[in-house]
């Protein structure tokens, strides 16, 4: 006597069996059995208890949106600052331009500064799964960085001609940002492996 | 697993407003449910807390998108889902592994009570399957929502839970209890 097969007992469990194996299984009481010990099967699975995570992630997620939000904050500044720049670039620097010495050094980190800030955003790493030790790490840069903005800021509201302080803060902001793109990258290959 | 799960508008208002602290206790009372959907599906504890991240992140991203139709649980479990099955598919692409066939069955994994027969039949299926199962039969995943989040037809689902049990049921009698 042929009996059902499994696919047979899931399509009539799901209403979309054949005549053939209704009939059956009305009349094959090892056929009833199977699908019996099959809805059984399905109760125990929905019965197992619910695992709980080892470790708590939510360090790691928070560190993750507060680093985004910073991020998000820090490329407007960016671009603030970059604006301001121009403008005092053209109204105050201009006439030193060839003259100052920390012309061409504090050009030269505003263009790093703002590659690195292209390489970060096209790596996107909020889609990015890192460890905890990363987050953090990421979480610290993320506070320099917005600490030498906030310096930054200060300096562009009264325009002078580059001095080796503005040049120091650019160059600080490149190494911070360096940093960032390296704890990013390094996460991720390691991630990877 | 049945989820009564029920969360305050105003909580799912201020998580959408960005309010890390409604973030957070979004996050508590949904953690336990993803992680275990993840594990339930993945077959290391390592990938079922990666995607429990990978949920949340998403979860944070969009939650503006959310727009309160059908329960926020059932909204979660579809990124979670989502994220669960890409972390297959990418570690077959890595392992030259097809999506289907690829089924390696494991071993019973160390450290599991030996008296959890189910779940140590579980174990031994292969993630595919497990996914298979654990969507359809538990999270009530219909096999055209499941061949869509695959990227699969119904007919692999079905023929994947098809043979998903047939196997439950062989390792369950071969486990000596009853099936």
Redesign the interface.
């Known amino acids: 006597m042929m009996h059902c097969?499994?696919?047979e007992l899931?399509a009539l469990r799901a209403n979309e069996g054949s005549v053939w194996g209704r009939q059956h299984l009305a009349d094959c009481p090892v056929c009833r059995a199977?699908m019996e010990?099959?809805y059984?099967?399905?109760a125990?699975?929905?019965a197992?208890p619910?695992?709980?995570?080892?470790?708590d992630?939510?360090p790691?997620?928070?560190e993750?949106?507060?680093g985004a939000?910073a991020r998000g904050r820090r490329m407007w500044a960016a671009r603030g600052l970059a604006a301001a720049a121009l403008i005092a670039g053209v109204a105050v620097f201009r006439p030193f331009s060839g003259t100052s010495a920390y012309a061409e050094d504090l050009e030269r980190a505003k263009q790093q500064s703002a590659s690195l800030e292209t390489e970060l955003q096209e790596y996107d790493p909020?889609?990015r799964?890192v460890s905890g030790r990363a987050a953090s790490l990421a979480a610290d840069l993320e506070e320099r960085i917005a600490a030498v903005d906030g310096w930054l800021a200060q300096l562009s509201g009264a325009p002078a001609a580059p001095d080796p302080q503005l040049v120091k803060l650019w160059q600080d902001r490149v190494n911070l940002m360096q940093q960032l793109v390296d704890v990013h990258v390094t996460s991720a290959s390691y991630v990877a492996l | 697993?049945?989820i009564s799960l029920a969360v305050p508008d105003i909580l799912i208002a201020r998580a959408k407003s960005?309010d890390?602290e409604a973030?957070?206790e979004l996050?508590?009372a949904f953690?336990?449910?993803v992680?275990?959907l993840a594990?339930?599906i993945l077959r290391h504890?390592e990938d079922?807390?990666?995607v429990?991240?990978?949920t949340?992140?998403e979860v944070?991203?969009s939650i503006r998108a959310y727009r309160g139709e059908g329960h926020l649980w059932g909204w979660i479990r579809r990124i979670a889902s989502s994220k669960a099955l890409m972390r297959i598919r990418r570690d077959q692409v890595r392992s030259e592994e097809a999506f289907d066939e690829g089924a390696v069955e494991g071993t019973p994994p160390i450290g599991v009570p030996a008296h959890i027969d189910?779940?140590r039949a579980?174990a031994r299926l292969s993630e595919t399957s497990r996914a298979v199962?654990?969507l359809h039969?538990?999270e009530g995943y219909t096999h055209e929502e499941i061949a869509e989040m695959m990227g699969k037809t119904v007919s692999f689902s079905?023929?994947q839970?098809?043979?998903a049990?047939?196997r439950?049921?062989r390792y369950?009698e071969g486990e000596g209890i009853?099936?």
Do not use: C
């Open positions: 097969t499994m696919e899931l199977e010990a099959l059984q099967r399905v125990q699975l929905k197992l619910p695992i709980g995570p080892a470790r992630r939510w790691v997620i928070r993750r949106v507060v939000r909020d889609s799964v | 697993m049945t960005g890390v973030l957070e996050y508590r953690e336990t449910p992680y275990n594990r339930r504890p079922a807390e990666d429990l991240q990978e949340f992140l944070v991203r189910l779940e579980m199962v654990w039969d538990v079905k023929s839970l098809a043979r049990h047939t439950l049921r369950l009853a099936r």
